[in-house]
């Protein structure tokens, strides 16, 4: 049966989880492109994240380089709470040990500035066993949790690990460095287990609340995702801006994948926490900062540059202008570009640029040759037969590698490789230009997607995007809404496999008291709540066992030859069925 190989697409733990990967023979030592291989500014960057505890002020300590995100304590009358939580409760125990050397007050309340598994994914640590502690949340940062098991987590597995250098080496010209906004993601280097505590107090936009007797507000603050919400302490004047500012240029656009980011609307989040006129600013990412006017002057060009990159964007392509052309086009102006805080240790200014444009005008840059564009392969055929065939092609990449021109090599590398699939040398000289632009980028997400991109394609390292999930994942992966794992399925059939069927499948999970329809015609399937009135072939089955095995810690066959699930009509039907799907 070809099941497992359709389950274990289905899940990836959010982009916390390291993809799968199997390393082979390390490549012959590659040629070192530049001594050092790391930029300076890159290399000092690392020291924002030097392992400590902040006092910021009275009651305010904040945990720095720990995990990829910060851990914010406050310590109220007789107990404290803590702003996001890490990404593992192995990261959260440790910043526990750190916190109870500056109080013994117990830990009884948790804030979530926002969805991401680096905030969330601790708390646990933070707790003793079999204690509760309210979990204060905007109202959809459930659903964004709950979204690790979405239609595009396998992709989004294998674009993460590239991003946050999972796979580099620890010494060496190539070596990993850190993550832009902290030293590394907990569950990638080193692992880590996850534990997860669901919000239990939610909000729509402002909510003012007393905890541990501390006045708090929190603010729902759209910007790096749709859910974030800044915590202002009125009478302490700190404001925790989650992971709306922080040093270095935002993250307009990730390159992993995600939804548009509102980038105006980012701005305008950030003119709420200027209203507030902070003594201190106490980012999830970075360093905290005290001083009322030092925190003006950086929550200003912060704001402003978000602006400056949104409306230029826009002016350009009401001027015509296409992608490209902006991203040649647009930079920030000095007073801005030389701004600490604005430095491309993470996002960048032409990556905002793309998606400021794909974002209001889609993918199409107007250019109608672009319409329709010649297939890959055409492309690859005519570069080549410009050039005088494919050795020639290839050469051409060489030369343009050793002249220091590294992004037009790696485009002409990529159409050697498309036309000798099966030759190693194309590959090998892409490596060489991908590991070139990776030496040189000061962001650690282009440098480490550049480097292991560069390992993939000599034999490094393989990724892959089947994980598998141990004892340790079980009861996140049971938490998550039954309706999440089936809401994969309709982009995982292969309509060659399903052909001209019409079938209607029936699922009924008997503890929960759920229904699904999934209807397969046409070459798709049509996922309904509820259950068929009269389907071809139905399941009932416990909601856990589904679970169990969509991540493949359950035969399907097994659970049905043993009465674990049952199966209402054709059996091999049934099995047939789960074979379209991968």
């Known amino acids: 049966m070809k099941f497992r190989s359709f389950t274990r697409g289905l899940l990836l733990a959010g982009c916390a989880l390291a993809v799968g990967c199997d390393r082979t023979a390390p490549p012959t030592e590659p040629e070192l492109l530049v001594e050092g291989a790391v930029p300076a500014p890159l290399e000092a960057h690392t020291g924002e994240f030097e392992r400590r505890v902040y006092e910021v002020t ?100 294998t674009r993460s690990a590239r991003m946050f250098g999972n796979h580099l080496p620890k010494e060496g010209p190539d070596r990993f460095v850190n993550a832009g906004i902290g030293p590394a993601l907990e569950i990638g280097h080193g692992g880590g287990t996850l534990g997860l505590l669901r919000p239990t107090k939610t909000f729509e ?62 701005a305008h989040s950030i003119d709420r926490m200027r209203d507030r006129k902070p003594e201190f600013l106490v980012p999830s990412h970075t360093r905290p900062i005290t001083g009322e006017e030092r925190i003006e002057s950086i929550l200003l060009a912060y704001r402003d540059a978000i602006q400056y990159v949104h409306d230029q964007t826009i002016r350009g392509m009401n001027r015509g202008r296409t992608p490209d052309e902006l991203v040649a086009e647009i930079e920030l102006p000095p007073q801005l570009r030389d701004h600490p805080y604005l430095q491309e240790f993470y996002g960048t200014v032409a990556w905002s640029v793309r998606s400021v444009f794909t974002g209001y005008l889609g993918w199409f840059n ?12 055409e492309r690859a055929e005519g570069y080549a037969a410009l050039a005088g065939g494919s050795d020639a092609l290839l050469a051409a990449a060489g030369e ?16 050697a490789t498309r036309l000798r699939p099966d030759d190693r040398e194309p590959r090998l000289v892409k490596a060489r230009a991908l590991r070139a632009l990776g030496q040189r980028s000061t962001s650690p997400n282009a440098r480490n997607y550049y480097l292991t991109q560069a390992l993939e394609l000599e034999g490094g390292v393989e990724l892959s995007p089947d994980v598998a999930v141990g004892e340790d994942l079980m009861h996140l992966v049971q938490s998550i809404p039954i309706e999440n794992f089936l809401a994969a399925m309709p982009v995982n059939l292969d309509p060659e496999k399903a052909g001209d069927a019409d079938l ?79």
């Open 400 to 415: 343009a590698v050793d002249e220091g021109r590294y992004a037009w090599a790696a485009e002409l590398a990529t159409h």
């Open 366 to 377: 107007g250019d109608t040759a672009t319409l329709d564009p010649a297939s890959p392969g």
């Open 504 to 582: 209607v499948v029936g699922f009924d999970f008997t503890d929960v008291h759920e229904g699904y329809s999934l209807h397969v015609r046409n070459g798709v399937a049509d996922l309904q709540v509820g259950f068929p009135d009269a389907p071809d072939v139905a399941l009932r089955l416990p909601s856990g066992l589904w679970r169990e095995i969509v991540v493949g810690a359950r035969n399907p066959a097994v659970a049905i030859a043993t009465g674990d699930a049952e199966v209402e009509g054709s059996t091999l039907q049934f099995v047939q069925f789960l074979g379209w799907f991968r």
């Open 58 to 157: 009275e009651g305010i300590y904040a945990a720095v380089g720990f995990g990829l995100a910060n851990s914010i304590l406050v310590e109220g009358d007789d107990c404290a709470f803590v702003v996001d939580v890490q990404g593992s409760v192995e990261s959260a125990r440790e910043v526990r040990a750190e916190f109870e050397k500056v109080t013994p007050k117990p830990i009884e309340a948790f804030i979530y500035t926002h969805n991401h598994a680096d905030h969330v994914f601790g708390g646990p640590g933070f707790i003793d066993a079999g204690q509760e502690v309210d979990v204060y949340a905007h109202d959809t940062t459930e659903f964004y949790i709950d979204r690790m098991v979405n239609r595009i987590r396998p992709i989004i597995g």
């Open 205 to 266: 936009d402002d909510l003012a609340v007393e905890i541990c007797g501390v006045a708090v507000e929190l603010v729902h603050a759209p910007g790096e995702t749709n859910d974030q919400l800044f915590v202002w302490l009125p009478e302490k004047r700190v404001l925790m801006p989650g992971d709306n500012v922080y040093r270095a240029f935002p993250n307009l656009y990730t390159i992993r994948g995600t939804l548009y980011r509102d980038v105006l609307g980012w």
